[in-house]
């Protein structure tokens, strides 16, 4: 008997686990006995980590709108492919209030999926959100303030889970310099660390100083095997990639390939490409409409040993702004200076243009796939879920 209630139940979680969310959360309002088990904490496990292929990868897109009092909104749109790889939405755009600003949002950082959680970020705000089942959560600000007559500004952000401490956290790097006449002097380096379970912000103290400065474009950071990742910006050419492991919390540098170089160079984005560690260079923006200008797609083959480059591929004329994902292992996503959403066939090609579009420079894309993922509470006083 005990062995057929046990088969029984694994037949029931193999059948929930091929359900979408959306319909997993209706259970609530259908059974109880269903509804506490898909929220269990064996069952969300099971949902992340059940076998997918790349035609379950869903396409989050950010932009920013602008209205006609000169606000900018965040709006996110939640996508789905079909086998043409046109793009239909699967759930009404949402607006996103807490990222509405005067300007396009054009330097936000759009990090994730870790472990289910997608963060968007831009210098003041952290939100953190799974768009399977649109819960979010609006991080507390740093409450580490800059005494005058210093003053900082934010060099990057990054965001990822820690296997070892099981937890996700947030980091800011700044750059904190005392102001002479107007102009910036005696740079130093803070890191900050938010600490989302526990929920609370703190200063490392071990930072190592010299590390380079960071390069910025809207994909030039993302999270990759326990790390977050930034392209730097080294004293003396080639580029190399700046890493920070969330559980030792320490800087690691790795070069680049030797023709990735920062003066008169071209751009470069960080993606993954078939779990692979991927940087693109790509036309400045300047030189972008030249046809005679080439975009390259670098895998490092080996990411825990010695650096080994391999460019995969190389594309002629592309007209991009910036790179944004690569989706169903073949589709580069990107911007291009008109604020549409394109894509190029890595294998053939071909360029497509699709109708999305934003305030240039404002476009993001998370590549996720859906997951009952819950967002760590806060404590007290603090910031809590909520749903859009």
Same mark, same amino acid.
């Given at each position: 008997m005990v062995v057929m209630m046990k088969l029984l139940q694994d037949v029931v979680i193999n059948i929930l686990l091929m359900l979408p969310v959306k319909s997993l959360t209706r259970l609530?309002?259908?059974?109880?006995?269903?509804?506490?088990? =898909?929220?269990? &904490?064996?069952? =969300?496990?099971?949902h992340l980590n059940r076998p997918t292929t790349f035609k379950d990868g869903l396409i989050l897109f950010k932009r920013s709108i602008k209205q006609d009092d000169d606000l900018?909104?965040?709006i996110l749109s939640f996508l789905s492919g079909d086998d043409e790889n046109h793009l239909s939405p699967i759930n009404p755009d949402l607006d996103v209030p807490c990222m509405a600003s005067n300007y396009s949002n054009g330097f936000d950082q759009?990090?994730? @999926?870790?472990?289910?959680?997608?963060a968007l970020m831009d210098n003041l705000t952290s939100v953190l959100f799974n768009p399977s089942t649109r819960n979010y959560r609006l991080l507390p600000p740093s409450p580490f303030?800059? @005494?005058p007559p210093f003053s900082y500004a934010i060099e990057c952000v990054g965001f990822g889970? +820690? #296997?070892?401490? #099981? +937890?996700?956290?947030?980091i800011r790097i700044l750059d904190v310099y005392l102001e002479d006449h107007g102009y910036p002097q005696d740079f130093e380096k803070k890191i900050e660390v938010y600490d989302v379970y526990i929920d609370s912000w703190r200063e490392l103290d071990h930072a190592d100083q010299n590390f380079p400065t960071i390069y910025w474009s809207p994909g030039s950071q993302m999270f990759y095997q326990g790390s977050c990742h930034w392209i730097g910006i080294p004293v003396e050419d080639p580029m190399v990639i700046l890493s920070f492991d969330l559980s030792t919390e320490t800087f690691h540098t790795a070069k680049t390939p030797d023709s990735c170089y920062f003066m008169n160079g071209p751009s470069y984005?960080?993606? =993954?490409?078939? +779990?692979?560690?991927?940087?693109?260079c790509y036309p400045r923006t300047e030189r972008a409409k030249n046809t005679n200008e080439f975009t390259y797609i670098w895998l490092r083959k080996d990411y825990s040993g010695c650096d080994s480059w391999i460019k995969k591929y190389t594309i002629k004329g592309l007209p991009i702004q910036s790179p944004l994902a690569i989706w169903r292992e073949c589709l580069l996503?990107?911007?291009c200076s008109n604020g549409f959403l394109m894509s190029c066939n890595l294998r053939s090609n071909e360029v497509?243009?699709? #109708?999305?579009?934003? &305030? @240039?420079?404002?476009?993001? =894309?998370?590549?996720?796939?859906? &997951?009952?993922t819950l967002i760590p509470r806060g404590y007290g006083s603090s910031t809590q879920i909520e749903t859009f």
């Amino acid at each position: 008997m005990v062995v057929m209630m046990k088969l029984l139940q694994d037949v029931v979680i193999n059948i929930l686990l091929m359900l979408p969310v959306k319909s997993l959360t209706r259970l609530k309002y259908l059974s109880k006995i269903f509804y506490t088990l =898909v929220q269990s &904490s064996t069952f =969300v496990n099971l949902h992340l980590n059940r076998p997918t292929t790349f035609k379950d990868g869903l396409i989050l897109f950010k932009r920013s709108i602008k209205q006609d009092d000169d606000l900018h909104k965040t709006i996110l749109s939640f996508l789905s492919g079909d086998d043409e790889n046109h793009l239909s939405p699967i759930n009404p755009d949402l607006d996103v209030p807490c990222m509405a600003s005067n300007y396009s949002n054009g330097f936000d950082q759009f990090i994730g @999926p870790c472990q289910g959680i997608i963060a968007l970020m831009d210098n003041l705000t952290s939100v953190l959100f799974n768009p399977s089942t649109r819960n979010y959560r609006l991080l507390p600000p740093s409450p580490f303030n800059i @005494p005058p007559p210093f003053s900082y500004a934010i060099e990057c952000v990054g965001f990822g889970f +820690d #296997n070892i401490a #099981n +937890d996700y956290k947030v980091i800011r790097i700044l750059d904190v310099y005392l102001e002479d006449h107007g102009y910036p002097q005696d740079f130093e380096k803070k890191i900050e660390v938010y600490d989302v379970y526990i929920d609370s912000w703190r200063e490392l103290d071990h930072a190592d100083q010299n590390f380079p400065t960071i390069y910025w474009s809207p994909g030039s950071q993302m999270f990759y095997q326990g790390s977050c990742h930034w392209i730097g910006i080294p004293v003396e050419d080639p580029m190399v990639i700046l890493s920070f492991d969330l559980s030792t919390e320490t800087f690691h540098t790795a070069k680049t390939p030797d023709s990735c170089y920062f003066m008169n160079g071209p751009s470069y984005g960080l993606a =993954v490409l078939n +779990d692979t560690f991927t940087l693109i260079c790509y036309p400045r923006t300047e030189r972008a409409k030249n046809t005679n200008e080439f975009t390259y797609i670098w895998l490092r083959k080996d990411y825990s040993g010695c650096d080994s480059w391999i460019k995969k591929y190389t594309i002629k004329g592309l007209p991009i702004q910036s790179p944004l994902a690569i989706w169903r292992e073949c589709l580069l996503l990107f911007q291009c200076s008109n604020g549409f959403l394109m894509s190029c066939n890595l294998r053939s090609n071909e360029v497509s243009e699709y #109708n999305l579009h934003g &305030s @240039p420079t404002s476009l993001r =894309v998370i590549i996720y796939k859906e &997951s009952l993922t819950l967002i760590p509470r806060g404590y007290g006083s603090s910031t809590q879920i909520e749903t859009f």
